[in-house]
């Protein structure tokens, strides 16, 4: 077992070095000349050439017949691990008061697909950005919601009646905002539902609270109690961040409750 780590261990040694990771990832566009990408990256030839001599010593890249150097697969494959790193690196402050709460593993262990987004900090913030995904959708608004925010109904709803679907799962032991189903009465959300324009589920004890439309997505993980927290998010319009939170989402809809409002309580 400690051959496994030492190999490991020699692995992320090669890949202590920011100069290093930049070749990687520039070879995992095209393949290039040693010359040509200190051009590129603004290093000395020397440099990039004792780096170049590394990597290829350590069995993550390769040059071919015409002199050119790219990645091997060995190569390919540690540059899709390298993101979850920096996923975790840019964003250790937020985690030292956050978790992933209870995230499946395999999640997880995609992190790197929500390397591209940015930390929105403040209530304010996040219910503007909130109210944002909502105003921008065309096709559909999908969420995993802990808590109710009263002035976020009417903004989606106005959505819904102009055609996008709507699709969300509760948490059963959510306490709902006073005058959220007069509110809901008024503007005709029960016939949006008789429409099917409006799914809903329900689930126990939701931690990680997601917002996203088609092309949008936030992320809002728990506190270290295990509390759903929106006073602070994580945003992205990147189609790998948008991914992981539609697969989330999936995951979470099909092992999700049928509805029950009676469930809820103002």
């Given amino acids: 077992m400690s051959d496994l780590y030492d190999n490991a261990s020699e692995n992320f040694l090669e890949l202590a070095s920011s100069q290093r990771l930049e070749i990687l990832f520039k070879l995992l566009q095209k393949r290039t000349t040693a010359t040509f990408l200190a051009k590129d ?22 040059k071919d017949k015409n002199g050119k150097y790219g990645l091997t697969t060995f190569g390919k494959t540690m540059c899709t691990q390298v993101p979850s790193l920096v996923f975790l690196s840019q964003n250790r402050k937020y985690f030292e008061d956050h978790t992933f709460g209870d995230l499946p593993t395999k999640f997880i262990m995609r992190a790197g697909q929500l390397a591209s987004g940015t930390h929105i900090k403040g209530v304010s913030k996040t219910l503007e950005q909130w109210k944002s995904i909502y105003k921008n959708a065309d096709e559909y608004v999908y969420e995993i919601l802990s808590e109710v925010p009263l002035d976020l109904i009417e903004p989606l709803v ?3 009646k102009k055609g996008i679907r709507f ?20 503007l005709g959300f029960d016939n949006l539902i008789e429409n099917g324009l409006v799914e809903r589920k329900m689930a126990k004890n939701i931690q990680t609270v997601l917002v ?7 992320l809002m993980f728990p506190n270290t109690d295990g ?5 602070e998010m994580l945003y992205s319009n990147d189609p790998m961040f948008h991914e992981w939170c539609l697969d989330y989402f999936r995951y979470c809809w099909y092992g999700s409750d049928v509805f029950k409002e009676s469930k809820l309580k103002e």
């Fill in 41 to 62: 990256i603004g290093a000395t030839k020397q440099e990039v050439h004792r780096n170049f001599t590394r990597l290829e010593e350590s069995g993550l890249i390769e």
């Fill in 158 to 160: 106005k959505r819904v």
């Fill in 212 to 218: 996203i439309n088609e092309k949008e997505s936030c």
């Fill in 167 to 186: 699709s969300y799962i509760f948490d059963e032991n959510v306490v709902v905002p006073k005058g959220r189903k007069a509110l809901l009465k008024k």
């Fill in 227 to 231: 509390e759903a927290d929106i006073t």
